[in-house]
């Protein structure tokens, strides 16, 4: 039988192993957290590509937006600009259901031949620009 190692050197011993037990669980730990890391980061990666392409997507909506818009505006002004015409065509013609005086009715036709040299300039413009 081999002699038992003194006292000091058993309790050396046994903190050595546990201090490498402890170092092993510490190593665990730490690549436990890393991964994790690498994990967060690549969900971080992942979610600031979906808030760029939302943002993209808010930009071609405001964009497509504006559009709808301007065609909306440009369509009420073309009704407002029909409705005006119709009423000066109406107060120009003479007609027994209008009592317009004759320099209303003057006005009103000048203005109508104003609003049509206009109107067909500005459908003249709009064909070149196609």
């Known amino acids: ?5 003194p006292l000091k050197q058993r309790d050396r011993e046994s903190a050595l192993v546990q201090a490498d037990a ?3 669980r510490l190593c665990a730990a730490l690549y436990e957290a890393r991964d ?3 994990d967060t980061e690549v969900e ?3 979610l600031r590509a979906a808030i760029e ?4 997507d808010l930009r071609k909506r405001e964009a497509m937006f504006a559009e709808l818009k301007q065609a ?11 409705d005006a ?13 209008y009592q317009v005086s004759e ?3 003057s006005r009103a036709r000048r203005l109508m031949n104003e609003g049509f040299t206009a109107l067909w300039q500005r459908s003249r413009e709009q064909a070149v620009a196609r």
């Open 1 to 5: 039988m081999s002699p038992r190692p």
């Open 22 to 24: 402890e170092a092993t």
């Open 36 to 38: 994790r890391i690498l």
């Open 44 to 46: 971080l990666s992942r």
């Open 53 to 56: 392409e939302t943002r993209q």
């Open 72 to 82: 909306f505006e440009r369509r009420v002004d073309l009704l407002c600009q029909s």
């Open 85 to 97: 015409e119709w009423t000066a065509i109406e107060i120009a013609r003479p007609s027994p259901s």
């Open 103 to 105: 320099p209303l009715r």
